[in-house]
């Protein structure tokens, strides 16, 4: 299917027309609660989702791409959303996913919000039928205006911005710091998550930092890998509300 003719949904007004009316998730707190959200990704077993839930998790990540060891199957993914829907809101991430694949797992599954972790055109985004994370790799190439007309989609309801998982960037903050400042004028950018190498080591000093809407974890959880760890998800979870007590 050729994505080439369909125009983007974009929302009217200004911001505060558009934030006032954004779709809220239900678990969902309003901004002017300090709380942060935790969203831990790659959750592969029900166990491990009881496990997250039970730590404070309130965004649960099921990870579509089948390149990566955390990958689960639709089967799979049913179960994990039918055993933890009253608790946290659940998020299925995709890679460059065939549009149709992701409506069909949407239909399927009953998750809340899709991820879009790849190089996704944004016609894309504005098509599918649940509101949408956008992860952006930050480099020192990013700029603001490859970020903020993600922000100007109805759908699109976070940002989350993470690091290249392959490249090492020697300064992150600094690549950071202006798209972050960019995204503030938005409320998709207001609402966003940081991920990327975080733990219950660092994610305190993250925080403290940035007071993301949320922050994001896969691998920093996890015994092995696709593997999570009751008390590594218990200690990141104290970790990122520990500095607001
Ligand atoms: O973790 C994966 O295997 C993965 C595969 C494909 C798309 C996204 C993936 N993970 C996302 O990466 C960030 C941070 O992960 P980490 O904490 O650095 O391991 C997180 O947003 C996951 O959603």
Redesign the pocket.
């Known amino acids: 299917m050729s994505f080439g003719a369909m125009k983007p949904r974009v929302a009217q007004g200004d911001e505060t027309t558009r934030e006032a009316n954004q779709v809220d998730a239900p678990s969902s707190h309003a901004r002017s609660e300090p709380r942060t959200r935790v ?1 831990i ?2 959750v592969t077993s029900v166990a491990d989702a009881d496990a997250a839930a039970a730590a404070g998790a309130d965004y649960l ?1 099921l ?1 579509f ?1 089948p ?5 689960v199957t639709l089967d799979d993914a049913r179960q994990i959303v039918a055993a933890v829907a009253r608790r946290c809101q659940t998020v299925a ?1 995709f ?1 460059d996913a065939p549009l149709e694949w992701m409506q069909t797992v949407v239909a399927a599954i009953g998750c809340d919000l899709i ?1 879009l ?2 190089d996704e055109p944004l016609e894309v985004a504005a098509a599918l039928p649940c509101p949408v994370i956008r ?1 952006v790799t930050v480099t020192p190439e990013t700029r603001p205006a490859d970020v903020l007309p993600w922000t100007r989609l109805e759908n699109v309801a976070h940002l ?1 911005f ?2 290249p ?1 392959r490249r090492p960037v020697l300064d992150w903050e600094l690549c950071l710091q202006p798209l972050w400042e960019a995204a503030q004028t938005t409320a998709a950018g207001r609402q966003a ?1 940081i ?4 733990s219950a080591e660092n994610v305190a000093a993250v925080v403290q930092r940035w007071q993301p809407y949320g922050v ?5 959880v996890e015994s092995a890998p696709g593997k999570k760890d009751a008390r590594r998800m218990q200690a990141f979870c104290r970790s990122v509300r520990s500095p607001e007590r």
Do not use: N, P
């Not at 991920?195 to 975080?198: D, E, I, M, V």
């Open positions: 969203k990704c790659g990540g990870i791409a390149s990566s060891v955390r990958s991430v890679q991820q972790h790849g992860a989350l993470d690091r998982k998550f991920a990327g190498g975080l994001d974890v896969a691998s920093g």
